[in-house]
């Protein structure tokens, strides 16, 4: 389809089913005027002047409805139209806000996402399928669109994750860590808000999907990636920043295990392990201070497991992503009739 701009097609999202457009109608608001959107969320009046309703088309895209708003510009379900007028299924589509940075540098890092992302195969990282720029200037990108609920809302309103629910939404995670590590990737940010929760399809349980690789490390670019090659900018969240994190943002495929290993404190405690109130005090916890013991009302196998993972020192800890669902999955073997 000719709409005025350029993009490059990384894979076309699946053929649409007959049920695709009504399932997805959960994840978007069918919103086709300013007051639908204000009246369900806080938007300022620049994203208002600019933001795109159901049916409006945007590059090879028709607009089903608005996701969310963000700094970098807003997210919309929308569906690829074919030449010939088919449909594909409903897709996250980011479009990027024409002030958020210089046009060439905002294309760049949409290619590097989308070429880090194709190098991965797992149903368990996000799926990436175009980017490219419209006939207007505006930088987008076509993800897959997912239904349901990030790790981090899941956090929030459980406070505390029962301790099978949490090995086994970590040995996924796991699974799609050790995908992303053998594709030569370090994910340098895995967080609650990074880890997405949907429904399996084929089974009705849950199924994790890692999102964000935005400032990934890629073996394949380290030359070429301003965030490896800048000494004195710390790459990552603090709350999850393994403690050679904070010193190199050259770091290997351990430091996503220690990320991982907070989480799995956090979900299973109810609170972080290095929360210190601002980024260089919890930095520093990370980096010198002891783990804080877990409850002892939990299971103390669990415990060193998550232990082991928040070692400080990168030899110390489980060496890759592989041993860690391998302990996680023997301790669910284990307790199974507990």
Not at 32 to 51: E, G, I, K, N, P
């Amino acid at each position: 389809m000719d709409f005025g701009g350029t993009s490059k097609l990384i894979e076309l999202p699946p053929a649409a089913l007959g049920l695709d457009r009504e399932r997805a109608k959960t994840s978007f608001l069918e919103a086709s005027s300013a007051q639908d959107l204000t009246d369900a969320f806080q938007l300022s009046a620049d994203v208002l002047d600019r933001v795109l309703y159901k049916g409006d088309t945007f590059g090879p895209y028709r607009i089903l409805g608005f996701i969310a708003a963000g700094g970098m510009g807003e997210i919309y379900a929308a569906e690829r139209i074919s030449e010939d007028g088919s449909r594909r299924q409903p897709v996250a589509l980011k479009v990027v806000k024409p002030t958020a940075t210089d046009k060439a540098a905002t294309m760049a890092q949409l290619e590097r996402e989308a070429e880090l992302c194709k190098a991965i195969h797992s149903r368990h990282v996000v799926r990436i399928y175009e980017y490219g720029v419209d006939r207007g200037g505006r930088c987008f990108m076509a993800m897959e669109l997912l239904e349901g609920e990030e790790l981090f809302e899941r956090m929030r309103a459980r406070k505390v994750i029962p301790l099978r629910e949490l090995a086994e939404l970590g040995v996924q995670i796991l699974r799609g860590l050790y995908t992303i590590h053998r594709a030569g990737v370090v994910h340098r940010d895995i967080k609650p808000e990074n880890i997405f929760i949907v429904r399996d399809p084929a089974t009705g349980n849950d199924l994790v999907k890692i999102l964000d690789f935005g400032i990934s490390r890629w073996k394949k670019d380290d030359k070429q990636d301003p965030l490896t090659n800048d000494p004195n900018q710390i790459i990552g969240t603090p709350q999850y920043l393994a403690p050679e994190q904070a010193r190199t943002p050259k770091v290997d495929w351990r430091a996503d295990i220690y990320s991982m290993g907070v989480i799995l404190y956090e979900c299973a405690t109810g609170s972080s392990p290095f929360e210190r109130g601002n980024a260089y005090a919890t930095m520093h916890a990370h980096q010198k201070d002891p783990v804080p013991p877990m409850p002892s009302t939990l299971d103390p196998e669990f415990c060193e497991i998550v232990y082991r993972a928040l070692a400080k020192k990168p030899s110390e800890r489980w060496q890759n992503a592989d041993e860690l669902r391998a302990a996680l999955d023997d301790w669910l073997e284990s307790t199974a009739d507990d």
